[in-house]
């Protein structure tokens, strides 16, 4: 199997964001940036992707603009919490307090440069989905060296993001039953592995992929040994979703201050 570019993945992410925003826009497909004020009660997950001084994609944020987050939490005195709490509360059918969690995908090398500064000066947990064909390869991603400090830090727990982040609405269609058996085999299975070999992390938690998911790929990676997925459905997590899909608020450059409140529980 030949396997794709991180640099052509990275633009394909680009591309579909930038259609989702539109379709906002245009008031088709509602996001992140189209959500009415959240009701409360329930665990606020929100998802950052890459972190810069001015944006030039549609899946990033200013740094500026993530530190006005963190300090808004702050001084509103909400929970952070790590993702792995929400989960364990789940899998035990415990009451989930309200409290927000920040998770962070692809593993772009603005997360070590411009925000793990601040996740030290805010102290708040952050769990990181990486896809491993990009790091130490691919020219905007992290090292396996930065990987391993963001580790050590201890506010960093680093999981799964497939192993190149593929769409698998595509890769169904392009592909016969056998052939997509182990081409999802690969993209769930490998990452474990790698990142198990690399950072002797135990990834058992997954961001689906443009969050894409459906009964099948939640059947297939329960197989493969996770316990949670996530999702980009805009929405607070309530104690009767699914573990392995649950919701997600997409943050990006797009999001104003204002819709990002209206975000929290």
Known sequence: MTERRPE???RNSVVAAGIVVALVAAGGASVATD???AQ????????YHRFEAEVHDSMAVTTSQFARHLQYLADHQYRVIPFRNVVTSLQRHEPLSN???ITVDDGHRSVYTDMLPLVRKYRVPVTLF???SAISNASYAMTWNQLQALKETGFFDI????YWHPNFKTERRRLDGPGFD??????LVKPRDVLRAKLGVDADMLAW???IYDDDLMGRASAAGYVAGLTLDARLVKANDRLLALPRFLVTAAVSDKRFQSMLP
């Open 8 to 10: 052509l993945r990275l």
């Open 130 to 132: 990486i896809y491993p």
């Open 182 to 187: 182990k081409f999802v085999t690969t993209q």
């Open 35 to 37: 959500q009415p004020r």
């Open 40 to 47: 409360a009660g329930g665990v606020a997950i929100l998802v």
């Open 159 to 162: 999981q799964s993001h497939t």
């Open 209 to 211: 992929p443009f969050g």
């Open 99 to 101: 409290g927000v969690v």
